[in-house]
């Protein structure tokens, strides 16, 4: 069953009439029925790329925060894994499933979700941050014109980029809050003791400056790139479905070349996950260069070269498979929430659902 439009309807509040072309919003064809990507009265309504971010799950819609609300609540015990096993280098590498189990023998029943409000916070605003940055830089730009892919993803990459800048140090704080009363196998970790998000804020900056606020800024930045690689991994896999048989792709062909381009950029990634999350939780010495950016990439190697020696390859990669669940659970959750409210949605609007034939 694919989303139709009723020919005929308009739409309400003078918005212009929707495209009639039969093919579900996932599909890409190059035209979208969300109603807010129009571009002026009477133009067929094209897709954004943050519509196409937003199926892969990367960034959940800024008109549907719920849904990205939903999805970290539902899976913030994952995070919570994925964090520890990252930070506590001592902490044995197992299941996801074991490692909750251990923490709620050893913290309690409510320990996996540890500073959810900090992370609810810091999720909300940098949404927020990232989309008006977005529609702003578009708008300045295009200046009427049609986008394309190339020019949304450099707009993209831009957002990106002033939206680590701008939240980083509410990431700090969330991701101390998060890891606050913790049993850890390190012993050289270090407690804190904050008792909210402006006292952490508060007490960062006293004791160890306000540059602190912005550790782990560095491989953040590189992060921007993620959607890139996954893009470029799921056109690949597009083309090659495609090979010699030009067709448009089904609800679940899309849904899993989907899943796995998220799922490959996410592990190419990773590392420097880690490494971000070992300095927004500060448990290393920032590097004394009068640069900044030289100091952040000798932290960076300097990192990296320490877990490898310490743990191997894999010791880069411990978490992983607690980070790949919540990313595919919650691309599978963003769709089902997307499925509901849309239907809602649209039979309210007086919009039918109609099955379409191929």
């Known amino acids: 069953m694919d989303w139709q439009w009723e020919p005929g309807l308009w739409w309400p509040f003078g918005l212009p009439k929707p495209c009639l072309h039969p093919v579900a919003w996932w599909q890409w064809c190059g035209r979208c029925p969300c109603w807010d990507c129009s571009r002026a009265r009477g133009q067929e309504l094209w897709m954004d790329w943050t519509c196409f971010r937003n199926a892969l799950g990367k960034k959940p819609c800024a008109k549907q925060p719920e849904g990205s609300v939903t999805a970290m609540t539902v899976f913030f015990p994952l995070d919570t894994a994925r964090l520890r096993l990252q930070v506590d280098e001592n902490r044995k590498a197992s299941s996801t499933p074991a490692i909750l189990a251990e923490i709620i023998k ?95 804020l508060v007490q960062i900056m006293q004791r160890e400056g306000v540059s602190a606020l912005w550790n782990g800024t560095f491989p953040s930045l590189l992060l921007v790139l993620n959607p890139a690689v996954q893009f470029m991994i799921y056109e ?37 996950q880690t490494v971000q999350s070992v300095l927004r939780f500060s448990q290393c010495r920032q ?58 949605t649209f039979h309210i609007m007086g919009v039918k659902r109609a099955t379409v034939s191929r």
């Open 106 to 200: 050893e913290e309690g029943l409510l320990a996996p979700f540890r500073g959810w409000f900090p992370v609810i916070c810091s999720l909300c605003c940098s949404n927020f941050v990232y989309f008006y940055c977005f529609h702003s830089l578009k708008a300045t730009w295009l200046k009427g014109q049609r986008s394309t892919t190339g020019r949304d993803l450099i707009i993209g990459i831009a957002a990106g980029v002033v939206n680590v800048l701008v939240t980083t140090p509410l990431w700090v704080v969330n991701t101390r809050l998060k890891l606050q009363g913790a049993k850890f196998r390190n012993t050289d970790i270090h407690p804190t003791h904050y008792t909210g998000i402006l006292d952490a």
């Open 287 to 344: 590097q004394g260069d009068r640069s900044w950016l030289l100091g952040s990439l000798k932290s960076v190697v300097y990192l990296l070269s320490s877990r490898i020696r310490k743990h191997g390859i894999m010791g880069l990669f411990k978490g992983l498979e607690a980070k790949l669940l919540q990313t595919i659970l919650t691309a599978a959750l963003m769709f089902l929430l997307y499925e509901k409210i849309a239907a809602g």
């Open 236 to 272: 690949g896999l597009k083309r090659q479905l495609r090979r010699g048989v030009p067709r448009e792709l089904s609800s679940l062909e899309v849904f899993l070349i989907g899943a796995v381009a998220k799922a490959i950029a996410t592990t190419a990634t990773y590392p420097l």
